[in-house]
Nanobody, 125 residues
């Protein structure tokens, strides 16, 4: 089973930047779609940005060109990043890394969706 380890996050002033990282062992990009979700207090978890298995990117409307998702598989690991610029107080949330396997892999091998441990991002003066 894939395990995801997140790093980054913290406190930043409005207009500032942060970068989040999420690493899995092995090259899983061709099996799992990977991306970032967030959950603010009292809200449901929502998609922020995602890579499909084919490498296409998808961003939530609220990103509005401020965030960039990227990835690499150096050192036999699969890492995705979320560069967040021009942060706003409403971006305050716990950010979760997600790896969702291809449907065929789920059916044939029983792979399951996996979440990182979450990291708090606080945007405040």
């Amino acid at each position: 089973q894939v395990q995801l380890v997140q790093s980054g996050g913290g406190l930043v002033q409005p207009g500032g930047s942060l970068r989040l990282s999420c690493t899995a062992s092995g090259n899983i990009f061709n099996v799992y779609a990977m991306g970032w979700y967030r959950q603010a207090p009292g809200n449901e978890r929502e998609l922020v940005a995602q890579f499909s298995i084919r490498g296409a990117t998808n961003y939530a409307d609220f990103v509005q060109g401020r965030f960039t998702i990227s990835r690499d598989n150096a050192n036999a690991k699969s890492t995705i990043y979320l560069q967040m610029n021009r942060l706003k107080p409403e971006d305050t949330a716990v950010y979760y890394c997600n790896a969702d396997p291809d449907d065929a892999v789920k059916t044939l091998y029983g792979y399951r969706e996996v979440w990182g441990q979450g990291t708090l991002v606080t945007v405040s003066p």
